[in-house]
């Protein structure tokens, strides 16, 4: 098993940027692939961006493509999310994800590990 931790959110101003961190601690890091989803009031969870197990492939929703950039540092077993020209919509509690295969992709189903979330609030 695999506990998640995740670190970094606070509140930015829209066209700011902030990175998450999320500490992984139990079963070998290098070996699940992970992601992150976020949640806002009263809407579903949604696929951010995801990273395979050595870090050489990523895959980002539509709506953070280019502003985003998901990474990891299995020597640390950590796992990253940079965020840039975030806007308004962006707000929402943000979960990192591992699943215990070597490439994941956007669906909740396929991880099995979760973090408890951090608050990412964007003012306008």
């Known amino acids: 098993q695999v506990q998640l931790a995740e670190s970094g959110g606070g509140l930015v101003q829209a066209g700011g940027s902030l990175r998450l961190s999320c500490a992984a601690s139990?079963?070998?890091?290098?070996?699940?692939?992970m992601g992150w989803f976020r949640q806002a009031p009263g809407k579903e969870r949604e696929f951010v961006a995801a990273?395979?197990?050595?870090?050489?492939?990523?895959y980002y929703a539509d709506s953070v493509k280019g502003r985003f950039t998901i990474s990891r540092d299995n020597a640390k077993s950590t796992l990253y999310l940079q965020m840039s020209n975030l806007i308004p919509e962006d707000t929402a509690e943000y979960y990192c994800?591992?699943?215990?295969?070597?490439?994941?992709?956007?669906?909740?189903?396929?991880?099995?590990?979760w973090g408890q979330g951090t608050q990412v609030t964007v003012s306008s």
């Open positions: 994800a591992g699943a215990s295969v070597p490439s994941a992709g956007a669906n909740t189903s396929e991880y099995g590990y």
């Open positions: 139990g079963r070998t890091f290098s070996m699940y692939a």
């Open positions: 990273i395979n197990w050595s870090g050489t492939r990523s």
